[in-house]
């Protein structure tokens, strides 16, 4: 029998940065070469239309809330990518090190997903709220195995430790 020490978050968070990353650095970027015309492209269309109906903001403005959009989603991708690099170190897999890049990752990208779905969904942009709704989910999904699993570690610690729990029955008969 061969044992793995992959976690399923972790895999989900690997399956996630394969789409985040990409996705998320192209959109960056081309917010930063021209940023009215990237922030008015269909993933961040909803923005663009909730900025521009409810704040009237200048041009100047807005290309400063454009690229405060590419950082942020710059900042999603760089988390990921420090997630998946810190996995490949079998020692910090092992003990779940790599959780805390994730769980800014995640935090970070439902946020910005959220507000998104919420701003499409004001505007009504179908298309976009379902994008941006998609994206939520996927994220939320991750933190929710990130929430009840344990690393791999600790669970065969206390596996081989049954004392340590006291409501474990095997330690009760123990005593």
């Known amino acids: 029998m061969m044992t793995t020490n992959w976690?399923?978050?972790?895999?989900?968070?690997?399956?996630?940065?394969?789409?985040?990353?990409?996705?998320?650095?192209?959109v960056a970027f081309k917010?930063?070469?021209s940023p009215i015309h990237a922030l008015y492209d269909r993933p961040n269309i909803s923005v663009?239309?909730?900025l521009g109906d409810h704040f009237h903001l200048a041009a100047t403005d807005t290309v400063r809330t454009a690229w405060m959009l590419a950082l942020a989603k710059l900042t999603v991708a760089a988390f990921?990518?420090?997630?998946?690099?810190?996995l490949t170190r079998p020692s910090i897999r092992k003990t779940g090190?790599?959780?805390e890049p994730l769980a800014i990752a995640l935090t970070l990208g439902s946020?910005?997903?959220f507000a998104s779905m919420i701003m499409a969904s004001?505007?009504?942009e179908a298309e976009a709220m379902r994008l941006h709704a998609t994206e939520l989910l996927l994220l939320l999904g991750t933190a929710i195995v990130m929430l009840v699993e344990r690393p791999v570690e600790s669970v065969a610690k206390v596996a081989a430790q049954p004392e340590?729990?006291?409501?474990?029955?095997?330690?009760?008969?123990n005593s």
């Open 7 to 26: 976690r399923i978050s972790s895999v989900n968070g690997v399956l996630l940065a394969a789409y985040f990353v990409p996705t998320w650095l192209m």
């Open 48 to 50: 663009a239309i909730f």
């Open 111 to 113: 946020v910005i997903s």
């Open 97 to 99: 090190g790599s959780d």
């Open 80 to 86: 990921f990518i420090v997630f998946v690099a810190l």
């Open 122 to 124: 004001q505007v009504g």
């Open 164 to 173: 340590m729990m006291p409501n474990y029955p095997h330690a009760q008969q």
């Open 31 to 33: 917010i930063m070469v």
